[in-house]
Nanobody
């Protein structure tokens, strides 16, 4: 059982910056992958960024060069630093923990935090 709590969402002007946090109830070193997803109204949920247990990162093309995912294992927290924000970044952002085990995979989700970018 993994509980995830996002924070840091809010309203920001285009070109501005915002940082999101995801606090996990267990050591994130035991989680195979930590990811950030986002979903805008009427759109499908899409993967924004991910970080593996080995520290490897990947990003959606739309955010590459602007967003940075990182982790602080001592605080059991994953971050998403966002710069040069665009109106199309407006969405609810969700933290995801993906666990791969011998016979079953597990996905856990946070409640989401709203990010709104105005022009």
């Amino acid at each position: 059982q993994v509980q995830l709590v996002e924070s840091g969402g809010g309203l920001v002007q285009a070109g501005g910056s915002l940082s999101l946090s995801c606090a996990a109830s267990v050591s994130i070193s035991s989680i195979n992958d930590m990811n950030w997803y986002r979903q805008a109204p009427g759109n499908q949920r899409e993967l924004v960024a991910g970080i593996s247990g080995g520290g490897f990162t990947n990003y959606a093309d739309a955010v590459k060069g602007r967003f940075t995912i990182s982790r602080d294992n001592a605080k059991n927290t994953v971050y998403l630093q966002m710069i040069s924000l665009k109106p199309e970044d407006t969405a609810v952002y969700y933290c995801n923990a993906h666990l791969r085990r011998r016979f079953q995979n597990y996905d856990y989700w946070g409640q989401g935090t709203q990010v709104t970018v105005s022009s």
